[in-house]
Nanobody
């Protein structure tokens, strides 16, 4: 079993930056793809950004591309999401998830482990 813990959320203004952190409990964390999703009340959880196990490939939702950067430090069992130029539409609970299998990175059903989420609120 893998435990994922997110941190770094908070309340910021439009245009501000935040860095989210996802830390895993097991040393097998570096072996698998890790993805950030986000969810607002009443809507489905949506893909934000993903990074492969050695960090050589990243993928981003169109809505965050150019503003968000995903990275990982496998020695620390940690994945980061640097969020710049935040907008009101980025307000959500952000979750990190780890996928063991080879299915699509875009679908929540493909993920085996989830964190509890961290709230990001962008407010003017």
């Amino acid at each position: 079993q893998v435990q994922l813990v997110e941190s770094g959320g908070g309340v910021v203004h439009p245009g501000d930056s935040l860095r989210l952190t996802c830390t895993a409990s097991r040393r097998t964390f570096p072996l698998h793809t890790v993805t950030w999703f986000r969810q607002v009340p009443g809507k489905e959880r949506e893909f934000v950004a993903s990074i492969t196990r050695v960090g050589t490939m990243q993928d981003y939702a169109a809505s965050v591309k150019g503003r968000f950067t995903i990275s990982r430090d496998n020695a620390q069992n940690t994945v980061y999401l640097q969020m710049n130029s935040l907008t009101l539409e980025d307000t959500a609970v952000y979750y990190c998830a780890q996928k063991v299998g080879v299915g699509s990175i875009y679908y929540t059903s493909e993920y085996d482990y989830w964190g509890q989420g961290t709230q990001v609120t962008v407010s003017s």
